[in-house]
Antibody
Framework: QVQFVQSGAELKRPGASVKVSCKAS????????LHWVRQAPGQGLEWMGW????????KYSQKFQGRVSITRDTSASRAYLKLHSLRYEDTAIYYC???????????WGQGTLVTVSS | EIVLTQSPGTLSLSPGERATLSCRAS???????LAWYQQKAGQAPRLIIY???SRATGIPERFSGSGSGTDFTLTISRLEPEDFVVYYC??????????FGQGTRLEIK
C-alpha cells in the first residue's frame, strides 16, 4: 500500500519561500497524481493545486496562482510544493494527497507545519 | 467555483444516536463527485465516502452518504465515541478548482 511521508516542520520569515516535499513508498510514482492542500490553525481545508500523472500537467487554485509551483522528481519518488512570498497567513499544515483531478483522495501525507513569523 | 456550505457547524449528540450532516453546493456537482472526510485532532483527513454514496475501504457500515445535484447528506446511524470529530465534504472534478466545505464538528452532548 502506498504511503506518503512529508518533510519536517519549517519556520520562515515573511517574504521568504518554502519548499515542502512528499515522498511516496512503492513503485510507479510517476503514475500517481497528487494534490496539495493546506489547513490554517483551527480552520478548514483549502485546495492549492494538483500535478497529473505521466505528463506532469499542473493546475493551481486561482488564489495561489503566481505564488505556488508543484513539481515532481520521479527518480527520487518525491513531489514538491513551493510557495513564494510568504505571509503570516500562510502559517498552516500542508498536506499532500494522492488522487486524479476527478477522484476522491485515499492516501494522505502526515502533514508539514509551516510557520511564518518574524 | 462551487461553494460548499455544511450545516450545522457543530452537532451535539449522544453515543448511540443518529447523526445527519448536510452539505449544500452553490452549483450542481457533476457525476456525484462528492466526498466526505473525517478528521481527528492532529491527524490528516481520512476518506469515508466518495461518489456521494460509496463507502471507502474499511469504513464501518454505520456511515452512509446520499444526495445528488446540490444537496448531500452524511448519516452516521449509531454514533460511537470515536465518531465525535470533524467532517468535511469535498467536490472534485469541476473547474476552476476543487473545494471543501467549512466542516461540521460532532461533539458529545
Amino acid at each position: 500500500q502506498v504511503q506518503f511521508v512529508q518533510s519536517g516542520a519549517e519556520l520562515k520569515r515573511p517574504g521568504a519561500s518554502v519548499k515542502v516535499s512528499c515522498k511516496a513508498s512503492g513503485n510507479n510514482f510517476n503514475n500517481f497524481a497528487l494534490h496539495w492542500v493546506r489547513q490554517a490553525p483551527g480552520q478548514g481545508l483549502e485546495w492549492m493545486g494538483w500535478i497529473s500523472a505521466g505528463n506532469n500537467y499542473t493546475k493551481y487554485s486561482q488564489k495561489f496562482q503566481g505564488r505556488v509551483s508543484i513539481t515532481r522528481d520521479t527518480s527520487a519518488s518525491r513531489a514538491y510544493l513551493k510557495l513564494h512570498s510568504l505571509r503570516y497567513e500562510d502559517t498552516a499544515i500542508y498536506y499532500c494527497a494522492r488522487g486524479t483531478y476527478s477522484s476522491a483522495w485515499y492516501t494522505w501525507g502526515q502533514g508539514t507545519l509551516v510557520t511564518v513569523s518574524s | 467555483e462551487i461553494v460548499l456550505t455544511q450545516s450545522p457547524g457543530t452537532l451535539s449528540l449522544s453515543p448511540g444516536e443518529r447523526a445527519t450532516l448536510s452539505c449544500r453546493a452553490s452549483h450542481s456537482v457533476s457525476s456525484s463527485n462528492l466526498a466526505w472526510y473525517q478528521q481527528k485532532a492532529g491527524q490528516a483527513p481520512r476518506l469515508i465516502i466518495y461518489g456521494a454514496s460509496s463507502r471507502a475501504t474499511g469504513i464501518p457500515e454505520r456511515f452512509s452518504g446520499s444526495g445528488s445535484g446540490t444537496d448531500f447528506t452524511l448519516t452516521i446511524s449509531r454514533l460511537e465515541p470515536e465518531d465525535f470529530v470533524v467532517y468535511y465534504c469535498q467536490q472534485y472534478g469541476s473547474s476552476p478548482s476543487i473545494t471543501f466545505g467549512q466542516g461540521t464538528r460532532l461533539e458529545i452532548k
